[in-house]
């Protein structure tokens, strides 16, 4: 049996994000966030699921930590809830708080388990959205660097791999273009382009201040953005113009002005006046703010030029704003798909890996998350999912053969550690690779995760 081996120091982990496991939300002094209000909003999560318990990890944060320990992972990616930390959003520090995330990293450290923190994964102190438009306020990179200021001071001493931004492409286009995520806006997408800008501002500011003030803590910073693949559907010319143009509106809105000073041509060109500027000073304060390239990606879709302008905006193959970037998504009925309806395309990663590191230069990649969704059932306490086990494999398998041509690609975290709150889907899509038994919070390690803790363990895909 041949062995595919990665590289020495490849970072292996399992990701999870603060609101879709914490639980304990009026605990600990945490304030309310934007995701709480749009839970209890009629209409907006599946069921009317919310994140009150979750996998109420919030109590459970040391048996799940030994957990990771017993499976030999070595690195965990969590986020901060910023409003367990600054309830108000700006202001008093919450001391509970800060005690509650300083254990669970003592905790980690003591498993022998790096972590990995990321500053923003969506739960914005709700307070910040309803009195002072969130995200869209040119304030947001002022109060989002205070937090993160207090973060690095409280903190900083132990977590030396910082991510500040999960996913702003999130925020921006399914919180205000398509309004399916908090803060559910969905009138002007001007405003998508506005929070994705202050996003990036936040982003910058906070870099800089890590840089300039704790230089000491020699930790390294960087950000999180999502990208699917976009294959063009034919050779013709126009499609592989339209796959490029999609990308660009996708990965190049966040990155482009990271790596290369200012947004995308083509999203100047054809969003116009809706897309934000940047000052001088912007542009320095972001350009080369990031340490590390962080990756998230899930899936693969066909672009094609339309053959009538795109009119309508739609979820479907996260398109983003797709009449802005005008592109005809379609999908090869061969492919096999997830929970979530999205295509299982393996060399797609590859692909994108290839993207990245010829447009931006060859950065240090770190896939900080990648998964799949699929509901199995638990039988007399084993939980087998062979397809989670396939995905993975075949994912890392491409990812590998993207390292051997020559992809700087550092480290991957496995979505997610365990089930958890999907979002505007609610508990129904299951991503971890252990199990949540919500009605008894009791964890069951699957099949997938026998499988990846091999792989972490010995370095390497046995094939
Ligand atoms: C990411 N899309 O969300 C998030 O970082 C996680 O919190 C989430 O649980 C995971 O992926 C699975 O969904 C995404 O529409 C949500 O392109 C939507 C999209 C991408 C990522």
Redesign the pocket.
């Known amino acids: 049996m041949s062995k595919l081996v990665f590289p020495d120091q490849f970072v292996w982990g399992t990701a999870t994000?603060s609101y879709?496991i914490e639980g304990g939300v009026r605990e600990g002094g945490r304030g309310p966030s934007i995701w709480d209000a749009v839970c209890y909003t009629p209409g907006r999560v599946l069921n009317m699921d919310n994140g009150d318990v979750a996998c109420d990890h919030f109590h459970r944060f040391k048996d799940d930590i030994s957990l990771m320990k017993e499976l030999g992972l070595k690195a965990y990616r969590f986020s901060l809830a910023w409003p367990r930390i600054i309830p108000a959003g700006f202001g008093d520090v919450n001391e509970q708080g800060v005690a509650f995330y300083s254990e669970l990293i003592d905790c980690l450290l003591d498993a022998g388990i790096t972590p990995w923190v990321t500053l923003y994964?969506?739960d914005l102190p709700l307070v910040l959205q309803t009195e002072f438009d969130g995200l869209i306020n040119p304030d947001f990179p002022d109060w989002f660097a205070a937090y993160a200021d207090v973060c690095f001071d409280r903190f900083g001493d132990r977590v030396k791999n910082w991510i500040t931004l999960?996913?702003p492409?999130?925020s921006s286009v399914?919180g205000y273009g398509i309004g399916v995520?908090a803060p559910c806006r969905k009138m002007d997408t001007a405003e998508a382009y506005m929070a994705a800008h202050q996003l990036l501002r936040g982003h910058g500011k906070a870099v800089q201040l890590y840089r300039s003030k704790y230089q000491s803590q020699a930790g390294s910073i960087g950000i999180t953005n999502?990208c699917?693949w976009r294959e063009p559907l034919t050779d013709a010319i126009t499609d592989q113009a339209a796959a490029q143009r999609s990308l660009e509106f996708f990965l190049g809105w966040f990155c482009d002005p990271i790596y290369k000073g200012d947004y995308p041509q083509v999203m100047r060109d054809m969003v116009g006046d809706r897309l934000p500027k940047f000052t001088d000073a912007d542009k320095a304060m972001i350009k080369g703010s990031s340490d590390f390239f962080g990756l998230?990606h899930?899936?693969t879709m066909l672009a094609s030029e339309p053959t009538e302008q795109v009119v309508e905006r739609n979820?479907a193959g996260?398109g983003g704003i797709s009449e802005d970037q005008n592109v005809t998504l379609t999908e090869d009925p061969s492919w096999q798909k997830t929970d979530?309806d999205w295509n299982v395309v393996p060399w797609g990663s590859a692909k994108l890996l290839k993207w990245i590191d010829e447009r931006y230069d060859h950065p240090p990649i770190y896939v900080t998350?990648n998964?799949c969704?699929y509901d199995v059932p638990v039988i007399d306490g084993v939980c087998d999912d062979p397809q989670r086990l396939d995905f993975f494999k075949s994912y890392l398998t491409a990812m590998h053969g993207a390292i051997a041509d020559g992809v700087d690609l550092r480290g991957y975290f496995a979505?997610?550690f365990m089930d958890?709150f999907?979002?505007s889907w609610g508990y129904t899509?299951r991503?971890g690779l252990v199990h949540t038994d919500y009605s008894t919070q009791q964890r069951i390690v699957k099949n997938s995760m026998k499988w990846y803790s091999q792989v972490v363990q010995s370095n390497a895909i046995a094939e």
Do not use: P, R, V
């Open positions: 994000a879709q994964h969506w999960n996913e492409w999130c399914l995520h999502n699917d998230n899930y899936t979820i996260n979530m998350e998964g969704a979505w997610s958890n999907e979002w899509k991503f």
